[in-house]
């Protein structure tokens, strides 16, 4: 099973970017997919998260800036980010769990102020 992240990027504070995550390989059923980010000295923390039936669960920081949202068919999660602040500069992993939790290789957003 690989995880195929993509999207991130530089832009400025204020911008917006999307991330995409496309699931593949055997994958017998997947229950979630999300987000994760980490940024320089901190630790991992949750972003967003997306079941499959579409219930959402997003970080109090980003609530109201980001829209996490799933394709089932595709197996493929993707992250709208608008509003962005320096503070959302960190690597972000995607990640999808069935039986067990699948990690995608992450991808740098880097937000200039």
């Known amino acids: 099973v690989q995880l195929q992240a993509s999207g991130g990027g530089l832009v400025q504070a204020g911008g917006s970017l999307r991330l995409s995550c496309a699931a593949s390989?055997?994958?017998?059923?997947?229950?979630?997919m999300g987000w994760y980010r980490q940024a320089p000295g901190k630790q991992r923390e949750s972003v967003a998260i997306i079941t499959s039936g579409g219930i959402t669960n997003y970080a109090d920081s980003v609530k109201a800036r980001f829209t996490i949202s799933m394709d089932n068919a595709k197996n493929t999660v993707y992250l709208q980010m608008n509003s962005l602040k320096s503070e959302d500069t960190a690597v972000y992993y995607c990640l999808a769990r069935s039986y067990v939790t699948y990690w995608g290789q992450g991808t740098q957003v880097t937000v200039s102020s």
């Open positions: 390989g055997r994958i017998l059923r997947i229950n979630e």
